[in-house]
């Protein structure tokens, strides 16, 4: 944790390659905003959306193992929005066809795939498990109480210890 600490208090212009940085990170910011955009937020709340999840990312797990980095908190939203809103048209127009009774060639159907791919984890996962399965990952922290020991013995007081973990629960 003292890494993450140290990471998060010190966000910097990162060293990535072109590509990850303005075609990789855009793309998962439009397609944070595409899940938006399903879940009938308007563009302006599917990009306030996108730079939540981007700067969750960036602060959250990736400053385990590197420092925020500046442009990443910037490019990825804005080009989330430039390309969300094309991957988002694209995408209802394909599901509104499906929906019209047209088959979908294999080609349509990676389409669906690379416009919203967390959908179609979704959608998998829904197979899998069924309609009704539910994912819940929360935080928890708890306090324990140690036994006295003998270097404790003096005060005759158990020393509490806290503990922080994740809690992750499927259930079908």
Not at 30 to 43: C, E, I, K, P
Request: glycine share 4%; hydrophobic share 40%; charged share 20%.
């Amino acid at each position: 944790l003292s890494q993450w600490e140290d990471n998060v208090r010190h966000p910097r212009w990162d060293e990535d390659d072109y590509f990850i940085n303005y075609v990789l990170h855009p793309y998962w910011g439009a397609t944070y905003y595409v899940r938006g955009r399903h879940r009938n937020l308007s563009r302006f709340q599917s990009f306030w959306y996108s730079v939540l999840l981007s700067t969750l990312y960036e602060y959250g797990a990736e400053a385990f193992f590197e420092q925020p980095s500046i442009q990443d908190l910037v490019v990825t939203p804005l080009g989330a929005v430039l390309m969300g809103d094309y991957f988002f048209s694209v995408n209802t127009d394909l599901k509104s066809r499906h929906a019209a009774g047209e088959q979908l060639s294999r080609s349509d159907r990676w389409v669906l795939v690379l416009t919203d791919p967390l959908d179609a984890i979704n959608s998998k996962a829904r197979q899998l498990f069924g309609k009704n399965a539910a994912l819940q990952i929360r935080p928890f922290s708890r306090t324990s109480l140690d036994d006295v020991s003998p270097a404790n013995n003096f005060t005759n007081v158990p020393t509490a210890r806290l503990t922080y973990g994740f809690e992750i629960r499927l259930m079908f």
